[in-house]
């Protein structure tokens, strides 16, 4: 009886394997095309909006337009030619540059060390407050701290050179913003103030992420609090301080509105960036094919930074 159930359980498996598959349904078919259609859509809608754009800048940037006659002359590579021997031009990728650094150090690595300390608070009920208390300045909108800040950098009735005279600093009282040695560390100090807490904000929420066992099992080895911050907090995010990389550098590259609002590049274009480059040329003294080539030199640096940041974060993720 065992032989004959065996015997028919062989059959059965056997017929069950020879069985071809089925085609698929007609349901699971359309559901396909349904899927594809939906991401031909936004690719289609994103080469529209993001890339057609980018080439679109790339060829502006060969001619030169007049907005006014809608004119155009093809000049090549004239104006990148331009652009290399335009003293402003270097002076506003030094400024932009020189954001990058500054920003960098203070809402990269600032903030990661802020970050830490907040986090090694005993009470969640302190955490929590200094967590609000940073976060707010990044509520406020960089128009609105702009101006607030231009207020406060004012000779004659500003809040820094007031509280400078008071505490016997008097010989740091100083025009901040019509200064050309300080007008562009004035607006730094600014979006420092305004941004730093966002960044802390997030490495705070990479850090909570971080297993407690880890802590408890060096504390018990002995391991004090710049150590476990070494051996512990700083590897375990490593993925969020690349893209805190990534985001500060490129926003440098992309500032506007702070420079806009406080200088508006000046005094004596001291504190340009190539954005309000970009837009003193391209909107104010209408010329559209040099503005198009400041946009590509901006387009470039951002993508570079990022791909080399990108790169070098995989490498170390492959080494580890």
Request: positive net charge.
């Amino acid at each position: 009886m065992a032989r004959t159930s065996d015997t028919i359980g062989s059959g059965a498996a056997v017929r069950g394997a020879a069985r071809p598959q089925r085609p698929k349904s007609l349901q699971t078919r359309f559901g396909n095309l349904l899927s594809f259609r939906w991401a031909a859509i936004a690719l289609i809608l994103i080469g529209w909006f993001v890339y057609y754009p980018i080439v679109d800048n790339f060829i502006v940037s060969t001619t030169d337009q007049d907005i006014y006659t809608g004119e155009v002359t093809n000049v090549g590579l004239a104006n990148y030619d331009r652009l290399l021997h335009d003293p402003v031009v270097l002076l506003a990728l030094w400024n932009n540059c020189l954001y990058a650094i500054i920003s960098v150090v203070f809402q990269v690595f600032g903030a990661f060390l802020l970050a830490a300390i907040i986090e090694d608070l005993k009470s969640e009920r302190w955490r929590r407050l200094w967590r609000a208390v940073y976060f707010v300045p990044s509520a406020i909108s960089i128009t609105v701290t702009g101006l607030l800040f231009y207020f406060i950098y004012q000779p004659q009735i500003g809040l820094l050179d007031a509280a400078l005279s008071r505490v016997g600093l008097s010989q740091l009282v100083l025009p901040w913003l019509g200064n050309e040695h300080t007008a562009i560390y004035a607006i730094i100090a600014m979006s420092q103030w305004q941004g730093f807490g966002y960044s802390t904000l997030l490495f705070a929420i990479a850090i909570q992420k971080i297993p407690r066992d880890l802590y408890d099992a060096a504390t018990m080895d002995g391991a004090g609090p710049l150590r476990r911050l070494w051996s512990i907090t700083f590897p375990l995010t490593r993925e969020m301080t690349g893209l805190m990389i990534i985001v500060t550098i490129t926003g440098a590259f992309q500032v506007f509105n702070e420079v806009m609002v406080m200088t508006a590049g000046g005094p004596n274009n001291s504190s340009q960036v190539l954005g309000t480059w970009l837009y003193q040329k391209a909107f104010i003294e209408d010329n559209f094919g040099y503005g198009a080539a400041i946009a590509a030199v901006i387009f470039v640096l951002t993508m570079l930074t990022g791909a080399a940041q990108l790169w070098y974060t995989k490498r170390r993720r492959v080494q580890l």
